[in-house]
């Protein structure tokens, strides 16, 4: 059974940072593309970020371009967001969410659809 | 980026009738090199985070009940609960995966009447 649970959420204030934590177990982790998407309180699901199974490609929505940064660590099965320079309109629950099939082709980016889901951390951004 | 537009926003069905839920992306999601539509279809319920239902439009991911179909190619896609049931009442997301950004539609609430 695919498990995915996300740490490092909480309050920060604006212009701070913060660093999120998803640890996966249930699955090989490094053949798949991980993402990051979050979900503002009341709001529908925003794409963050990906990242291929080996780290090395990554792509980010516009909004968080610049300011976040996703990254992984195969050897312990664990997907990270750094968050800095955070914005009231960062507040949400982010989930950490395994894409499917690695074997896909003709997308453009990484991954594909989201296949499994963590339960989200919120992250509250104000002072 | 690619627009997913959902219809309608929200609808209200009996229970054992038929709910549909359209959506529209700006352009087309279809790769004529693989034949696939790049669409996806999620439930998330109250409390819960999204469940993946449909992949590739039509595919039906493991555990999900026959009474929900997707169908759909190019840029117009449906999904549909054949006999709502009352543990259907969730949100309903299509996303597309044929290019980055990821986007997902606004969201249709169903609701029983």
């Known amino acids: 059974e695919v498990q995915l649970l996300e740490s490092g959420g909480g309050l920060v204030q604006p212009g701070g940072s913060l660093r999120l934590s998803c640890g996966a177990s249930g699955f090989a982790f490094s053949n798949y593309a991980m993402n990051w998407v979050r979900q503002a309180p009341g709001k529908g699901l925003d794409w963050v970020s990906a990242v291929s199974g080996s780290g090395d490609t990554s792509f980010y929505a516009d909004s968080v371009k610049g300011r976040f940064t996703i990254s992984r660590d195969n050897s312990k099965n664990t997907l990270y967001l750094q968050m800095n320079s955070l914005r009231a309109e960062d507040t949400a629950v982010y989930s950490c969410?395994?894409?499917?099939?690695?074997?896909?082709?003709?997308?453009?980016?990484?991954?594909?659809?989201?296949?499994?889901w963590g339960q989200g951390i919120l992250v509250t951004v104000s002072s | 980026d690619i627009v997913m537009t959902q219809s309608p926003d929200s609808l209200a069905v009996s229970l054992g009738e038929r709910a549909t839920i359209h959506c529209k992306s700006s352009q087309t999601v279809f790769y004529s090199p693989t034949n696939r539509n790049y669409l996806a279809w999620y439930q998330q319920k109250p409390g819960h985070p999204p469940r993946l239902l449909f992949y590739w439009a039509s595919t039906r991911e493991s555990g999900v009940p026959d009474r929900f179909s997707g169908s759909g190619s190019g840029t117009d896609f449906t999904l549909t609960v054949s006999s709502l049931q009352a543990e259907d009442v969730a949100v309903y997301y299509c996303q597309q995966y044929y290019d980055t950004p990821r986007t997902f539609g606004q969201g249709t609430k169903v609701e029983i009447k």
């Open positions: 969410v395994k894409a499917g099939d690695p074997s896909v082709t003709g997308t453009r980016g990484v991954g594909n659809w989201f296949d499994s």
